[in-house]
């Protein structure tokens, strides 16, 4: 393809002709994914209007939209990181191969194109999945990688097709289905490896089964009756003034009472006698009808469990507890790599060609899952060496979750947002045993 298109050049009157000793780098072949990557542009970003037109009549649609991650997707530091690495690895051929779902309008007008910049692009871009992201999609031909098709100049489309003076609106079934969200939310990298599939692990839940959507549970209706356009999630905003202290306070609640009402834990201990392995049986359970615990980005969530045992105060055992970085002592604990044998961790792991640990997913050709299916347990046995001569033994235990690990922060060179990082503490459980 290339080799022709030089040949064509250089056929042509007129052009410069090309010097056959030099060594510019190959131009890239860009991806071409007719949705959601075409190679000319299928829409104009002129025709979308941002969230700020539609205020003055939805107002609390706006006010909760602007709080969530969607209208955080391309502001979002950490995205925009791994974006640049992926740039910088893979000379600009695959650039808009991670901006596709983000913002479908910059990459489907042209905006977002080979070699692009996010600090050069138009407002409507950076708003990342604004309303007219939604409410513009007419049909979903594919549930992944941005597989639904937009048109700028369609009516509304909305749930309820409620006649509006100011917009046409249309009635579209999608948008009280799972699979508009799924049209995003599966991502599936160039290689063919599964990255993200809760709208996969949605279809074969007990929700899909009962007809619960992602909407029910993600856009939950209001008192006024309309649904959330919250989209809580387990993600708080990292940049500073995104929103207030007061919002991200309440976000935060948000989360935590969603996380709540996830998983719980059920520790149980057996055969415990000073200078004796006693056995910690430790049971998590996935309480989320509709997909996995965790879900979406598990390579760079955190989800696992705490356990530690005291014998008369003294700390004789601990998994799941924090390096000085505030690291797992997993591989990617810089103080304490490999530290903590017995870790158990529900997130999933990339691994390369050659069997190293990588987070980023083009570089992965294995991709390991330890999510808890819909409405299953996973039960693990934990060995505890009792001390001679214990007295009181005590077993502390926690389901723990944490959005974005530091160690990714500070890989990517966003270390000043390595801190204050909050963990969940989703269930706990102990045991006491006094006397020998
Ligand atoms: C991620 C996709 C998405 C985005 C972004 C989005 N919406 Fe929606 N919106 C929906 C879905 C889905 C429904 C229907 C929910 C249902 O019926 O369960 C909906 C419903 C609505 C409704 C009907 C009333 C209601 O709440 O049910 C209005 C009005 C609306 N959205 C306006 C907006 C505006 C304004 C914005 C931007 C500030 C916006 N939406 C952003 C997906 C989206
Ligand atoms: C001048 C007022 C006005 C503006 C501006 C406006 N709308 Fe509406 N819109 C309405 C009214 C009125 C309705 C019908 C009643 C309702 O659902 O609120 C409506 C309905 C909708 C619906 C619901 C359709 C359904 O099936 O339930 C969506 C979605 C929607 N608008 C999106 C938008 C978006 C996105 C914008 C900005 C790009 C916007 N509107 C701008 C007045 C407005
Ligand atoms: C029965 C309620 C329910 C349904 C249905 C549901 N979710 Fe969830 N979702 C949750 C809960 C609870 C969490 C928090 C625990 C977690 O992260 O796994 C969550 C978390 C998430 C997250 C954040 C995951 C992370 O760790 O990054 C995403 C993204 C998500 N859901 C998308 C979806 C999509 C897409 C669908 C539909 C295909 C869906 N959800 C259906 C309850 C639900
Ligand atoms: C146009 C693509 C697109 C569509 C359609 C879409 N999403 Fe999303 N969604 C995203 C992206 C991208 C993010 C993450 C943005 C970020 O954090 O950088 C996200 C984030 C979320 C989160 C927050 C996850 C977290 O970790 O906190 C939830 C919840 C969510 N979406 C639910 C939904 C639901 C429910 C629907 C369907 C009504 C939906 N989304 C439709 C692209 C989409
Ligand atoms: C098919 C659509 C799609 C594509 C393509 C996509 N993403 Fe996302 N991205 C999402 C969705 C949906 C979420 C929310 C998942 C969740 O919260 O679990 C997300 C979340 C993220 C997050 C987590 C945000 C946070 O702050 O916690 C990062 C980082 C991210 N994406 C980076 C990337 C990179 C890098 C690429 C390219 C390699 C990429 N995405 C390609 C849809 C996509």
Redesign the pocket.
Do not use: N
């Given at each position: 393809m290339r080799l022709a298109l030089v040949a064509l050049l250089a056929g042509c009157p007129g052009n410069v002709p090309t010097d056959p000793t030099a060594t510019d780098p190959p131009t890239p072949e860009p991806l071409n994914d007719p949705i959601s990557m075409p190679l000319e542009p299928t829409v104009d970003l002129g025709d979308f209007q941002g969230a700020a037109s539609c205020e003055g009549c939805h107002e609390e649609h706006v006010q909760e939209w602007s709080t969530s991650?969607?209208a955080?997707?391309m502001v979002?530091p950490l995205?925009r990181a791994i974006v640049e690495v992926r740039q910088a690895d893979l000379n600009g051929a695959e650039d808009r191969f991670c901006v596709q779902?983000?913002s479908?309008i910059g990459t489907r007008s042209g905006s977002l194109d080979i070699g692009f910049s996010f600090d050069d692009q138009p407002a409507i871009v950076t708003e990342g999945?604004t309303c007219v992201?939604?409410h513009k999609?007419t049909s979903v031909e594919r549930p992944w990688n941005?597989g639904?098709a937009i048109d700028p100049l369609a009516p509304m489309q909305g749930p309820s097709g409620t006649p509006s003076p100011i917009h046409e609106v249309s009635q579209s079934a999608v948008f009280q289905d799972s699979v508009?969200?799924g049209?995003?939310?599966d991502v599936i990298e160039t290689s063919g490896l599964p990255l993200e599939r809760p709208y996969a692990e949605w279809l074969e839940s007990p929700a899909a089964a009962a007809g619960t959507t992602?909407?029910d549970c993600?856009?939950p209706p209001t008192e006024d009756g309309r649904h959330s356009h919250r989209?809580?999630?387990?993600?708080l905003p990292l940049v500073d003034g995104f929103v207030d202290e007061a919002t991200r306070a309440d976000l935060q609640l948000r989360i935590e009472e969603l996380l709540a009402g996830s998983a719980d834990l059920e520790l149980d201990v057996f055969d415990v006698a000073p200078g004796q392995t006693a056995s910690a049986v430790v049971t998590v359970h996935n309480l989320i009808e509709g997909h996995a615990f965790p879900t979406?980005s598990t390579f760079i969530r955190e989800a696992w469990v705490e356990l530690v045992a005291r014998a008369d105060g003294e700390v004789f055992y601990e998994t799941g507890t924090l390096d000085a970085n505030g690291d797992l002592r997993n591989y990617w604990s810089e103080l304490e790599p490999y530290g903590d044998h017995d870790l158990i961790s529900f997130a999933s792991n990339f691994t390369d060609a050659a069997g190293a640990p990588t987070v980023f997913s083009w570089r992965a050709a294995d991709h390991t899952s330890r999510a808890i299916s819909p409405g299953y347990p996973r039960t693990s046995t934990l060995f505890l060496p009792v001390p001679e001569g214990a007295q009181e033994v005590t077993v502390e235990a926690r389901l723990r979750f944490r959005?974005i690990p530091p160690y990714l922060l500070r890989l990517v060179g966003l270390d000043a947002y390595a801190v204050d990082l909050p963990v969940y503490d989703i269930d706990t459980a102990s045991w006491v045993q006094v006397g020998p």
């Open positions: 991650m969607h955080y997707a979002d995205f779902c983000h479908a999945i992201s939604c999609i941005a639904h508009l969200c049209s995003c939310h992602c909407q993600h856009m989209f809580v999630g387990v993600d979406g959005a």
